[in-house]
């Protein structure tokens, strides 16, 4: 198949470690994979399975971006795409724009998270073919705005041979808790802050540490961040490292994980920390309790109850058997059904049925 994967986005979030995992998986499968990004995108690095000819890149400013629409459309044309592939909610109306442009192509989009739509994008997804939800709480958001019969439930799926690889760490003086996502109110970083104060109250040999980039509008969200830390005291216990372009670099360190979000349409990070062996701690939002079942292969507390989160990290820091079983019961949770295979496979059959449509 000719495919052409779209996206604007200017930072790697778990949705764009999707689109890069999926179309390096595509490629390598034999599919011609090409790929629209924003000017100055990080994603032009991570599609390492994908020619440079076919890596092209746009202005993409906005869902209005009538010339980015245009280009898009000449693309599908000269290319011949057969399925166009869009996985932003401001690319949509980009997408389905220049596929109304391109008869011969199929729209299919991807939703990864639980935000609600725009009444305009009602209009703009009567040309989807399908849309993916990562989820089935996803899903039933979708549902409000798109036809039943149109949204298929595909879960991420990651590598698990990048994640089998890793060499844990023999045991160390120093328990490390550990976060991954990006730095904005939604992720709960807060509330994963005020259960380490709480923790660090009663233990003083365990670290914390926070990875992420800045996602806030005025980038203020690191420095929010770092005064709660140094109003609470804990300059020495918890560690604000960023982006990492490798969460197994860090995953390899961690005792706990922890997913403190508010919300989350399905949580990549926690695949990733349950593939490492890694045991997990989330709140119970929609994409956690898909993937969690509670103190068989994790453990959830409510969403916003710091101290719970910090009686529940503290039980699993005293009990080193119960972080093992917790341990093994996810990675095989994972093995069976999160892998990166049975994603794109699913994927592949989503787009076949689209072509279908055309026939």
Do not use: W
């Amino acid at each position: 198949m000719r495919i052409l994967q779209i996206s604007s986005a200017t930072s790697i979030g778990g949705g764009e470690k999707h689109l890069a995992d999926l179309a390096n998986a595509l490629a390598q499968r034999g599919h011609a994979v090409h790929a629209a990004l924003r000017h100055n995108s990080p994603l032009v690095t991570e599609l390492y399975a994908l020619p440079q000819e076919r890596i092209m890149t746009l202005p993409l400013r906005n869902s209005l971006d009538i010339s980015s629409a245009l280009k898009l459309a000449r693309i599908i044309r000269e290319r011949e795409i057969e399925v166009v592939h869009a996985h932003l909610a401001r690319d949509y109306p980009l997408a389905a724009f220049a596929v109304g442009r391109a008869a011969h192509a199929q729209l299919v989009i991807t939703r990864h998270v639980l935000f609600p739509l725009k009444p305009l994008h009602r209009l703009v997804l009567r040309r989807v073919a399908y849309a993916i939800a990562v989820s089935r709480a996803v899903g039933e958001s979708l549902s409000a705005i798109l036809d039943p019969s149109k949204i298929v439930c595909v879960p991420n799926g990651i590598d698990l041979k990048k994640f089998e690889a890793i060499a844990r760490l023999s045991v160390k003086d120093r328990l490390l808790v550990g976060t991954i996502g990006n730095l904005a109110p939604v992720k709960g970083h807060e509330d994963f802050i005020r259960a380490a104060s709480l923790i660090a109250a009663k233990r003083d040999d365990v670290d914390f540490i926070i990875a992420g980039e800045d996602e806030s509008p005025a980038k203020d969200m690191r420095a929010q961040l770092e005064r709660l830390i140094r109003r609470l005291g804990l300059s020495e216990r918890i560690h604000l490292v960023g982006r990492i372009d490798d969460a197994t670099r860090l995953l390899v360190e961690l005792d706990l994980f922890v997913s403190a979000s508010r919300s989350e349409g399905f949580g990549l990070a926690i695949i990733e920390a349950m593939a490492s062996g890694v045991p997990v701690v989330a709140t119970r939002s929609a994409g956690a309790c898909e993937i969690i079942e509670d103190g068989e292969t994790g453990r959830l507390v409510p969403i916003g109850d710091a101290r719970s989160l910090a009686e529940t990290i503290l039980r699993l820091l005293g009990d080193r058997e119960e972080r093992e079983r917790l341990r093994r019961q996810a990675l095989g949770v994972v093995r069976q059904r999160f892998s990166l295979e049975r994603m794109v496979e699913e994927t592949e059959k989503v787009y076949r049925q689209a072509l279908t449509l055309s026939k």
